[in-house]
C-alpha cells in the first residue's frame, strides 16, 4: 500500500468517526428534548445524503464525479421521501404532499442534467473550458423547468422571472465554449 493510498485511508476514517459523531449528537440531543425522534429523521437523512456525497467525491479513487452522481442520483428522492413525512407527521396540523407532484419531476429534472453533462463528457470527450460552457448552456432548461414546477406557472412567467439567471447562464456558456476552442488550438 502507498504512502498516499494510507492518508487517504486515515482520512477516510476520520471523516466517518466525525460523521458517526455528529450523527449519535444530533439523535441523544433529539431523544432527550422530544422523548422521540422528530427532526433528527431529516437531520440524520441529511447526514447520510451528505456524507456519502462527501464520501464518493472526496475519497473515490477514479471517476469521482460519476461515483457523486450516481449518489445523488440514488439517494434523492429517498431523503425527500424523509422530508415530507416527517414535516407531515410531526410538524403539520394539514399535511402537504408535495413529494410526486413537484420533489420528484425537479429531482429528476436534475439527474437528467447531471448524467447529459457526464454523457457530453465522456462521449463526445470534449475539453474542460467546452464541457463548462455546455453544463451552463444545459442549466438553462433545468432552470426553467425547476422554477416551472416550483412556482406552478408558465414558462413565459418564469423566463421574464429568472432573465438574468438565464442571460448569466448563457455568458458562461459562450465563454466556456470559447475558452474550449483557445484549449484546442493551444493543444
Same mark, same amino acid.
Given at each position: 500500500?502507498?504512502?498516499s493510498?494510507?492518508?487517504?485511508n486515515?482520512g477516510?476514517?476520520?471523516?466517518?468517526?466525525?460523521?458517526?459523531?455528529?450523527?449519535?449528537?444530533?439523535?441523544?440531543?433529539?431523544?432527550?428534548?422530544?422523548?422521540?425522534?422528530?427532526?433528527f429523521?431529516? @437531520?440524520?437523512?441529511?447526514?447520510?445524503?451528505g456524507?456519502s456525497? $462527501?464520501?464518493? $467525491?472526496?475519497?473515490?479513487?477514479?471517476?469521482?464525479?460519476?461515483?457523486?452522481v450516481?449518489v445523488?442520483t @440514488?439517494l434523492?428522492?429517498?431523503?425527500?421521501?424523509?422530508?415530507?413525512?416527517?414535516?407531515?407527521?410531526y410538524?403539520?396540523?394539514?399535511?402537504?404532499?408535495?413529494?410526486?407532484?413537484?420533489? $420528484?419531476?425537479?429531482?429528476?429534472?436534475?439527474?437528467?442534467?447531471?448524467?447529459?453533462?457526464?454523457?457530453?463528457r465522456?462521449?463526445l470527450?470534449?475539453?474542460?473550458?467546452?464541457?463548462?460552457?455546455?453544463?451552463?448552456? $444545459?442549466?438553462?432548461?433545468?432552470?426553467?423547468?425547476?422554477?416551472?414546477?416550483?412556482?406552478?406557472?408558465? @414558462?413565459?412567467?418564469?423566463?421574464? =422571472?429568472?432573465?438574468?439567471?438565464?442571460?448569466?447562464?448563457?455568458?458562461?456558456?459562450?465563454?466556456?465554449?470559447?475558452?474550449?476552442l483557445? =484549449?484546442?488550438?493551444?493543444?
Open positions: 500500500m502507498k504512502n493510498d494510507k492518508k487517504v486515515v477516510r476514517k476520520f471523516f466517518w468517526i466525525l460523521f458517526f459523531l455528529a450523527f449519535a449528537i444530533t439523535g441523544f440531543t433529539n431523544f432527550a428534548i422530544d422523548h422521540q425522534f422528530t427532526w429523521r431529516i @437531520v440524520g437523512s441529511a447526514l447520510i445524503f456524507g456525497l $462527501l464520501d464518493a $467525491l472526496l475519497f473515490s479513487k477514479n471517476y469521482r464525479v460519476i461515483h457523486s450516481s445523488f @440514488v434523492i428522492v429517498p431523503f425527500f421521501m424523509v422530508i415530507e413525512r416527517t414535516v407531515n407527521t410538524f403539520l396540523d394539514a399535511p402537504i404532499y408535495w413529494l410526486f407532484p413537484i420533489g $420528484l419531476p425537479i429531482a429528476l429534472t436534475w439527474i437528467a442534467y447531471f448524467w447529459a453533462n457526464i454523457g457530453v465522456k462521449i470527450h470534449w475539453n474542460m473550458g467546452s464541457c463548462l460552457g455546455i453544463a451552463s448552456l $444545459l442549466a438553462i432548461p433545468a432552470v426553467l423547468i425547476t422554477n416551472t414546477i416550483a412556482n406552478q406557472t408558465t @414558462v413565459y412567467n418564469i423566463i421574464e =422571472m429568472s432573465f438574468i439567471t438565464i442571460v448569466t447562464l448563457l455568458a458562461c456558456g459562450g465563454l466556456g465554449l470559447i475558452a474550449g483557445f =484549449m484546442r488550438k493551444r493543444n
